[in-house]
């Protein structure tokens, strides 16, 4: 089965930074990559996603970029906030296979520091 | 107000009893899932139902047990040969077929074992 590889595991940044997360997968076949941010005590929602025929996707001061030759993924944040805290969740999941079931790394403990 | 609602958010188990978690959606969707939710583990798969009266075990469906008798509504039952089931559980569901769709989460239900 895939194997969802994120790193790092905690990340800690300074107001207006940037914060680059990373994930590597196993499966050739998964093409659809989407990441979910969870709040302290909240849901986990799903905050950008990106499909293997792209290869980057911006939505304002998110993006995240796609190497399918080297099986990995990254999400980039721009001039950090501190609502911008929370841990963050990449998955992956083939949409050739039955279930579609999306797996998940291991998250990431984003804090911004004001 | 469509969503996912998992209740109770707080349970107190004694060892050796079975427990009940409940997850009811209102957004029409064919496809269900339970996760466990461990610091430092990410989201692991338990059980999912693709559609009503079917269900397939996860990665970690060991000491659980579901039923899908309802499109609204998917029960996990902890039993007591879950060695460990102190977790947080998160119920979510999305569109079958929709391997690039949105999973929408329940705020979870924090079960602990006394």
């Known amino acids: 089965g895939e194997n969802v590889e994120q790193h790092p595991s905690t990340l800690s940044v300074q107001e207006g930074d940037s914060a680059v997360i990373k994930c590597t997968y196993s499966?050739?076949?998964?093409?659809?990559f989407p990441w979910y941010k969870q709040e302290l005590g909240k849901r986990p929602q799903l905050i950008i996603d990106?499909?293997?025929?792209?290869g980057e996707k911006k939505d304002q001061r998110i993006a995240v970029t796609l190497n399918k030759t080297a099986k990995h993924f990254s999400l980039h944040i721009t001039e950090t906030q501190p609502e911008d805290s929370a841990v963050y969740f990449c998955?992956?999941?083939?949409?050739?296979?039955?279930?579609?079931?999306?797996?998940f790394g291991t998250g990431t403990r984003l804090t911004v520091i004001p | 107000d469509g969503g996912i609602t998992q209740s109770p958010k707080y349970l107190f188990r004694k060892e050796g009893q079975n427990v009940t978690l409940s997850c009811e959606q209102n957004l029409n969707h064919d496809a269900m899932y339970w996760y466990r939710q461990d610091p430092g583990q990410g989201l692991r798969l338990i059980y999912y139902s693709q559609i009503v009266n079917d269900f397939q075990k996860g990665d970690i469906a060991e000491g659980y047990s579901v039923s899908r008798e309802k499109k609204e509504s998917f029960p996990l039952t902890v039993t007591s040969a879950q060695k460990n089931p102190t977790a947080f559980y998160l119920c979510?569901?999305?569109?079958?077929?929709?391997?690039?769709?949105?999973?929408?989460f329940g705020e979870g239900s924090r079960l602990t074992v006394l």
């Open positions: 998955a992956a999941s083939s949409t050739q296979t039955g279930a579609n079931n999306l797996f």
């Open positions: 499966d050739s076949a998964s093409n659809y």
């Open positions: 990106i499909r293997s025929n792209v």
């Open positions: 979510a569901s999305r569109l079958a077929g929709a391997g690039t769709g949105e999973l929408f």
